[in-house]
Nanobody, 120 residues
Framework: VQLQASGGGLVQPGGSLRLSCAAS????????MGWYRQAPGKQRELVAS???????NYADSVKGRFTISRDNAKNTVFLQMNSLKPEDTAVYYC???????????????WGQGTLVTVSS
């Protein structure tokens, strides 16, 4: 599985960005996709995730502002980020996990990361 993330950039506080992550390879086997972020000096944290059935999960810090969605036909996951804050500044990574990855708690596959900077 290969993941290609895009959509990061510089945005002012209160603005919006949409991240995309396209999966290729054995994408048919993916059952769980998520977005993580890592700010300078901090650990990588889960931002949002979605399973193939459509259920979603969000970090408390982004609930009500971010929305994760998935286009199964295109093997692509999106992260719509609204009302962005300076503390959302980070490198955002997409992650994909197959059924075995979930079953055995393996890390799955990672995209290359895309930088989101929220600053005036």
């Amino acid at each position: 599985v290969q993941l290609q993330a895009s959509g990061g950039g510089l945005v002012q506080p209160g603005g919006s960005l949409r991240l995309s992550c396209a999966a290729s390879g054995s994408a048919f086997s993916i059952v769980h996709m998520g977005w993580y972020r890592q700010a300078p000096g901090k650990q990588r944290e889960l931002v949002a995730s979605i399973i193939s059935a459509g259920s979603t999960n969000y970090a408390d810090s982004v609930k009500g502002r971010f929305t994760i969605s998935r286009d199964n036909a295109k093997n692509t996951v999106f992260l719509q980020m609204n009302s962005l804050k300076p503390e959302d500044t980070a490198v955002y990574y997409c992650n994909a996990r197959r059924r075995l990855d979930v079953l055995y708690s393996w890390p799955g596959f990672w995209g290359q990361g895309t930088l989101v900077t929220v600053s005036s």
